[in-house]
Structure formats: C-alpha cells, structure tokens
C-alpha cells in the first residue's frame, strides 16, 4: 500500500503561503487545468479487475522492474521470518515493497472530529483538528500494475491524518509543519482485490484489509472507483477529475496501525505528478453542494459506517496521478510505542 497522503497524501500540500493565496482565490467551482497523460484506464465498458481469491505458491521475479532512481533511495532487505501465508505457503518477501506504473486518486473531506475519533483505536490516537471542530477523512484509490513480489491488484485506502498521544493538539499546525511530532496516518478501512495483500497487510501490519470487487475506470473527465460489498453491491463509489493543477510531489509518512496490543509505526514514501483541485474556502464554510456528487454511498453495512461520519459534500482536495512511483516498509522495529492496546 502507499499511505503518506492516505494513502500517500504526505501533507495534503499545505504551506502558509499557499493557504493565504488560496483562500483569497478560491471560487464555488473547482477549476480546471491541463489534462494530464494517462496510462490506459479502464472504461465504463472494459471488464475490471476481478478479485483473486488464490495464492501462487512461487514469489514473483519482477525486481529488475524497478531500477528508476527513486527505488535506489532503499536499502532492500528481507524480514526477520518468511510470512506464512497458508499451511503449505510461505513467501520470504523484500522490503520495502516497491510499487511502480501506480495509478492514484485521491479524495479528501471534511467531517465532525468526534466522528472520525469513533473509528480510532484508542483514544491517544487522535483525528489532526481541522477549524470548526472538524477533522479530515482521505479515500485514496490505487491501481497497482507493477508490485515487487506480488502480482498486480487495486486498493481503496481509507485514512484519517492523526497525532500520537498529544501533549497539546494544536488545530491545523500538524498539517503545515513537516515532521510534526507523532503526525501520521491511520488507515480504518482498506477493500484490496487481492486474497495474497489481504494476508500481508493482516499480519505484518495490522491493516483492516478485506477482499472485493474494487473496479477502478475512466468515465468523461473523471477516474470513478466503485467497491461491491458481499453481495455485489456498489457501496462507495467515488468521482475524482483527471484534470487539474500539475503538482510535483516527493512524500514520505509514517502509517500508525495496530497489531495485537501493540502500535506499530511504518514508513511510506511516494514520488510523482499529481492533477490538483483545493477548496481551501471550505475551512470556514459548511453544507457546500457540489454539482455532480463526488462521494455516493449504498445501502449496505459498510456505506453506514462511512454515512456515519458526516463527510462534508464538496471534496477539500482531490488529486489525481495516471504513474507514481511507490514503496511501504516493514514496521520500524525501534518506535518506542506510548501506550498499548489492552
């Protein structure tokens, strides 16, 4: 997975200098900028990738796939113990995972801090406060043709940006100051088409992964993703503009999970041009109604829980990149844990 904006938002792009200039920009529309080149998404029409249920006993040989400079950045090694995937499958995998021709949109929304806070682990794990008492919910959608190790699959990440037992949790700063102590990302829910990632993200990291139907495709301007519940049902589906301002992005996070009773601290980074749209007017406005939905959700367990949060409408920020590169790291085995889980 590539959660450091969500998946992989690094820090949503935030800079006092930008926020002053975009709030005196902003409009009621988003704007539109050059439509970026694309690798071939899906269409409407095309069959999306099916979910695996089955996994190759063999480790997949595609490391000379990844050789551009910014995999030579990690040090590539493997974990203290193979992971047992099934009673007769174990895979002794590199990390960190590398992800390369990755396709990516991503969401961003508001929604009341007390109901992001509901879906966190303990409550030294906190939403970063937003103004008007309201923190930040990001769904980060993933194309991942190319995966050190593993054949490809699709991912939906969905993250909330929190701080680590706050001594004094400061509204907004978190966001704007690279390196913020105990800043990162919690990821609460994330639907994989993939049984094999499902088993990694389980058991070496403690990600709420489950596995369905996640079809992720080109319709008019915009990358839709829509993931089926058990019963083959649409429950999220999320509308994201391909256009947008080109923005370079070169990002690294920390991931907070848990695993048993323990807090685990994992490092993602990522690197590419991302198509950007930001509301920044929304830090002081409520209810804004955007013209075509961005955000629909079905009428299933799964859509209640994310009803629940309240998300504002009008997305704060969208993003969307055709090719970035990726990686996710083992948990870093020196983080110093301030509480545990009982």
């Known amino acids: 997975m590539v959660v450091g904006a969500a998946p992989k938002l690094g820090h ?18 988003l704007p539109r900028g050059s439509a970026p080149a694309t690798l071939a998404l899906p269409t409407a029409k095309e069959r999306p990738m099916q979910p695996s249920r089955t996994i190759d006993p063999n480790l997949l040989d595609n490391a000379s796939e990844f050789q551009e400079p910014f995999y030579q950045r990690f040090q590539l090694r493997h974990a203290p113990a193979p992971l047992q995937l099934s009673d007769t499958i174990a895979k002794n995998y590199l990390f960190p995972t ?5 396709t990516c949109a991503q969401a961003i929304f508001l929604c009341p801090w007390d109901k992001a806070q509901r879906l966190l682990p303990h409550p030294k794990l906190q939403p970063v406060r937003m103004p008007g008492g309201r923190a930040l919910v990001a769904f ?7 995966v050190l190790g593993v054949l490809p699959y699709n991912e939906i990440a969905m993250t909330i940006p929190v701080l680590v037992d706050p001594s004094l949790p ?13 800043f ?3 990821v609460f829910s994330m639907p994989v088409t993939s049984l094999e990632n499902q088993l990694r993200g389980l058991r070496i990291w403690g990600l709420p992964k489950v596995v369905q139907d996640i079809d992720i495709r080109q319709q008019g301007g915009d990358c839709v993703t829509t993931a089926l519940d058990d019963d083959g049902k649409p429950y999220f589906t999320l509308r994201v503009p391909t256009t947008g301002k080109p923005t370079q992005f070169d990002e690294s996070a ?39 939905p ?11 829980a994310l009803r629940s949060l309240e998300l504002e409408p009008q997305a704060f920020q969208t993003r969307y990149a055709p090719r970035i590169q990726a990686c996710f790291d083992l948990p870093n085995p020196q983080y110093r844990q301030p509480f545990r889980f009982d």
């Open 294 to 304: 961005y955000l629909t959700l079905g009428d299933s367990p799964a859509a209640d």
């Open 184 to 186: 990162g990302y919690h």
């Open 140 to 146: 980060s959608c993933y194309i991942y043709r190319k």
């Open 254 to 292: 920390h991931l907070y999970s848990r695993l048993g009773p323990d807090l685990l601290q994992s490092r993602t980074a990522f690197q590419g041009e991302f198509h950007v749209h930001k509301r920044m007017d929304l830090l002081w406005k409520r209810g804004v109604q955007p013209e075509t």
């Open 170 to 182: 400061v509204p907004l700063l978190p966001m704007l100051w690279p390196g913020y102590p105990g």
């Open 12 to 29: 949503l792009g935030f800079s006092a200098a930008a926020m002053a200039q975009d709030a005196f920009a902003a409009a009621p529309r």
């Open 98 to 102: 590398f992800y390369g021709d990755v």
